[in-house]
């Protein structure tokens, strides 16, 4: 069974970093391009980032672009987002999510159950 | 970018309707690169439907999609009491990918 387990969230004042880091279990991790989508409090989705299978296409919203980093551990079947000039509207559940497919094919199946980035003085 | 507009905003239906979500895109989205997604309140989404018209696994059939173009629908053929969610499509054909504001199904 796929499991995608994320941490790393929680209070932070505008300005400051976070990491989020997502451990994922239960298919051969090193196959697969993953992504992070994140729902603002009461909101729809929002795509954030995507990273192929071998870390060489890497995508981000517009939102987060050069301000958020996505990267990998094949080694830890880990994701990670290196989020810097955090901002209130920020503020979001993000989840990690696996590909379809070895490239960023953008279908997002299945996803974790998320952490909590809330940005606030 | 491509935005996506879903319709109607909320549908008030009772178990055993038909349910047709609609899914607008303002521009043509790329072979059929369109998926929908069921989110039960306090739970991650799920895949129901890519490439437009498949259904992800272990989804049951009732759940049907198509379309093409700027126009898609989601159909639900008869609602089971665990439809009742918010559903959302979503588009994969050109970055970044972008999703609908959802179409809340409510139990009637």
């Known amino acids: 069974e796929v499991q995608l387990v994320e941490s790393g969230g929680g209070l932070v004042q505008p300005g400051r970093s976070l990491r989020l880091s997502c451990v994922a279990s239960g298919f051969i991790f090193d196959d697969y391009a993953m992504h992070w989508v994140r729902q603002a409090p009461g909101k729809g989705l929002e795509w954030v980032s995507g990273?192929?299978?071998?870390?060489?296409?890497?995508g981000y919203a517009d939102s987060v672009k050069g301000r958020f980093t996505i990267s990998r551990d094949d080694a830890k079947n880990s994701l990670y987002l290196q989020m810097t000039s955090l901002r209130p509207e920020d503020t979001a559940l993000y989840y990690c999510a696996k590909d379809f497919r070895g490239g960023t094919s953008g279908i997002f199946d299945p996803w974790g159950q998320g952490t909590l980035v809330t940005v606030s003085s | 970018e491509i935005v996506l507009t879903q319709s109607p905003g909320t549908l008030s239906l009772s178990p055993g309707e038909r349910a047709t979500l609609s899914c607008r895109a303002s521009q043509s989205v790329y072979s059929k690169y369109l998926a929908w997604y069921q989110q039960k309140f306090g739970q991650a989404p799920r895949l129901l439907i890519y490439?437009?018209?498949n259904r992800a696994s272990g989804i049951p059939d009732r759940f049907s999609g198509s379309g093409s173009g700027t126009d898609f629908t989601l159909t639900i053929s008869r609602l089971e009491p665990e439809d009742f969610a918010v559903y959302y499509c979503?588009?994969?054909?050109?970055?970044?990918?972008?999703f609908g504001q959802g179409t809340r199904l409510e139990i009637k």
């Open positions: 979503q588009q994969y054909g050109s970055s970044p990918f972008t």
């Open positions: 990273i192929n299978w071998n870390s060489g296409t890497i």
């Open positions: 490439g437009a018209s």
